[in-house]
């Protein structure tokens, strides 16, 4: 079953919510790039968006060395052929509010 992809406004409503976060795969994805103080600060942080992705059942691309994670979010069964979701959205808030704190 395929999930609706966002739309234009949607999408652009997204970015403006959460700058951070750049398009990227031709619209089908958001990236964002988080440095840490340490790679122990950085697996803590990948620690914790683990289980909170692991709780909606949508789980992040990502890249790690040392104090960097690079995440990247989009939904493989969206639309025809992936895009972005409402999951990716509210992976992407969730995120950002583990980085607030």
Sequence with gaps: ???PELGAAE????LSQH???????????ITRTF???DFSEAWG????????ADGQD???EWFNV????????????AGDSGGLSQRDAKLARAI??????
């Design 1 to 3: 079953m395929s999930v």
């Design 11 to 14: 999408i652009q409503q997204l």
């Design 19 to 29: 700058p951070a976060w750049q398009l990227a795969r031709e619209g089908k994805a």
């Design 35 to 37: 440095t840490f103080k």
């Design 45 to 52: 942080f990948m620690s914790r968006v683990a289980l909170l």
């Design 58 to 60: 949508h789980h992040p």
């Design 66 to 77: 040392y104090n960097r994670v690079e995440v990247t979010l989009t939904t493989h069964d």
């Design 96 to 101: 950002d509010g583990i980085v607030a704190h």
